[in-house]
């Protein structure tokens, strides 16, 4: 069955950087891109970007440009969303999820699956 | 982009009851329109896409209709595990964005 599965839940000072990892499986890795959602107390659920795994292309949303990086190992078919310069809006729970659309370059996305979700936690 | 406006915010309700819950777009989507469902804990779960189309294993109970600026999803007979949180989100203008949410209680 398909599954994707994050890592733990991190707490981080102001400044710095969190790493998140998203590891699939049950389904074709290459076949389907990945996105980043999170969700905030204030913000809702917010659309943060994606990556193609066959390849590694990126799109991210323009909040987020020069501040996320979405990369790709596909040896183990695991995604990483790495945050940079991190304040005290950026707590929530960041999802990675898989888009059911297959056609076009992923910006039209519908979320299948879902990881279960990872906490970022950002206080001094 | 597009902003999506969920009501109401919470609907309370009994099981047995028939649920509607409204998605507006601030702009034309067409027919792209999804609803999840979210329960305390738990990442969301896609009912509907592209306004209609139940996803896998999702029962007859929901339905969804609507096109351009107005969606409803409807729920005919509660469960008691219908009672969560349930969005919408559209994919007919780039970014995708999401509805603030509706809350289904229990009356």
């Known amino acids: 069955q398909v599954q994707l599965v994050q890592s733990g839940a991190e707490m981080k000072k102001p400044g710095t950087s969190v790493k998140i990892s998203c590891k699939t499986s049950g389904y074709i890795f290459t076949n389907f891109y990945i996105h980043w959602v999170r969700q905030a107390p204030v913000e809702g659920l917010e659309w943060m970007g994606l990556?193609?795994?066959?390849?590694?292309?990126?799109n991210y949303a323009q909040k987020f440009q020069g501040r996320v990086t979405m990369t790709v190992d596909t040896s183990t078919g695991t995604l990483y969303l790495e945050v940079n310069s991190l304040r005290s809006e950026d707590t929530a729970v960041y999802y990675c999820a898989r888009d059911l659309v297959r056609r076009g370059d992923g910006g039209d996305p519908v979320f299948d699956y879902w990881g279960q979700g990872t906490l970022v936690t950002v206080s001094s | 982009e597009v902003v999506l406006t969920q009501s109401p915010a919470t609907l309370s309700l009994s099981p047995g009851e028939g649920a509607t819950l409204s998605c507006r777009a601030s702009?034309?989507?067409?027919?792209?329109l999804a609803w999840y469902q979210q329960k305390p804990g738990q990442p969301p779960r896609l009912l509907i896409y592209?306004?209609?189309t139940r996803a896998t294993g999702i029962p007859a109970r929901f339905s969804g209709s609507g096109y351009g600026t107005d969606f409803t999803l409807t729920i005919s007979s509660l469960e008691p595990e219908d009672f969560a949180l349930y969005y919408c989100q559209q994919r007919g203008n780039r970014p995708a964005t999401f509805g603030q949410g509706t809350r289904l209680d229990i009356k």
């Open positions: 592209d306004s209609s």
């Open positions: 990556i193609n795994p066959f390849g590694g292309s990126t």
């Open positions: 702009q034309t989507i067409g027919g792209y």
